[in-house]
């Protein structure tokens, strides 16, 4: 059974951020191998909705999309919640601030 995918604000907030991060750092073909990925691994995602384990003690899922990024997701019925595309170089309490902010919004 393939599930819906569902991005919240925040979640496709992030996706830009590190879109604009690429491109002012690599360029055009970088980003489109990295949305290539994140195509992929959303694919995989659909028809294997527990494919990435659960972070430890909160009901968050990530999913690695490359050694330096990650989403964040959680699964609510038929649907896979995408919450956060995230920089793991980033600072792990704001990722905490900003999950929370994702799954409340």
């Known amino acids: 059974m393939s599930r819906k995918i569902f991005w919240t604000p925040i979640g496709l907030e992030s996706l830009k951020e590190a879109q604009s991060f ?16 994140v195509d992929n691994r959303i694919e995989q995602l659909r028809s294997n909705p527990k494919l990435a384990p659960i972070v430890e003690a909160t009901e968050y899922r990530k999913l690695l999309i490359h050694k330096n990024v990650s989403i964040f997701y959680t699964l609510e019925s038929e649907i ?26």
Not at 82 to 89: A, E, K
Request: net charge negative; hydrophobic share 45%; charged share 25%.
């Open 22 to 37: 690429i491109l002012e750092h690599w360029n055009q073909q970088v980003l489109a191998y990295f949305l290539d990925l």
């Open 80 to 105: 896979i919640k995408i919450l956060l595309v995230w920089d793991n170089r980033q600072d792990p309490q704001t990722l905490k601030e900003r999950l929370t902010e994702a799954n409340i919004g």
